[in-house]
Each structure stands twice: as C-alpha cells, then as structure tokens.
C-alpha cells in the first residue's frame, strides 16, 4: 500500500488488528495509527480490547478498556462479555464488578451470559 502512495485508513488498521491478534504484530499495527496520523474510534478501541484478551492478555485488554472509557468510547455487550469473562478468570473480581456497574451505567443491558458470568464470580469469591 505505502509503496503506491497510498494510505491506510483506520478501518485497514481495524483489519490488521483482527488479523494480527496475539502476536507481535499487534504492536505494529498501534503504531500506523500514529505513522498515519489517524484517530482511533470507539471500534478500534473494541477491536484492541478482544485481540488482547483473545491472545490471553487480560492486562493489557483492561487498560485499553480504561483508555477507551476515559475518551468516552464503549463496548458492546459481545465485548463487555469478553471482558468480564477474562477477568473473572483471571480472580480479577474487583476489576470485574466496575466493568458491570460501567456496563449498566452505560446503558449496555446485561443479557443471560453476562448474568452467568456474574455468579460464576459469585462462586469464586464465596459472596452471595
């Protein structure tokens, strides 16, 4: 693309991200963000959170999370799901409770896997 003069998008980023999840390529594909001069959007943000957390990076799935919320960006219920999973998996029970408060401030109606996830963290931690 570059060779002929031509510049990505942010939806050619979104792509690579799909496509580079998990591997050390992801990182590559943050920084045509910043080579294009280009802005993320609330679906960048989403595509970031579930490539993370597929590759098992819960962490670095929550921080983008954080910075995503910060500029007012959103997940959909599919990648709230995502990421209550992940962190309840990972015991991350506090993390876990603000994204559903966050979900539910937001407007983003839990649906029948969220609640499962829920009281699958219920279990975890002993509390009713």
């Not at 098992?56 to 960006?73: A, C, D, P, Q, S």
Request: glycine share 10%.
């Amino acid at each position: 693309m570059e060779r002929n003069g031509v510049r990505g998008s942010i939806s050619t980023v979104n792509i690579l991200i799909g496509f580079y999840e998990g591997s050390e390529d992801l990182q590559n594909c943050i920084g045509l963000i910043k080579k294009w001069g280009l802005r993320m959007t609330g679906y960048t943000y989403k595509c970031l959170v579930q490539a993370y957390l597929r590759s098992r990076n819960t962490e670095k799935g929550f921080g983008v999370y954080l910075e995503m919320k910060k500029k007012g960006h959103m997940l959909d219920i599919f990648a709230y799901n995502m990421l209550l999973d992940a962190l309840v998996k990972d015991s991350e029970v506090d993390d876990a409770y603000k994204v559903f408060e966050d979900m539910k401030r937001k407007h983003c109606e839990p649906d029948e896997y969220t609640y499962t996830i829920m009281i699958r963290m219920t279990g975890k931690i002993g509390k009713p």
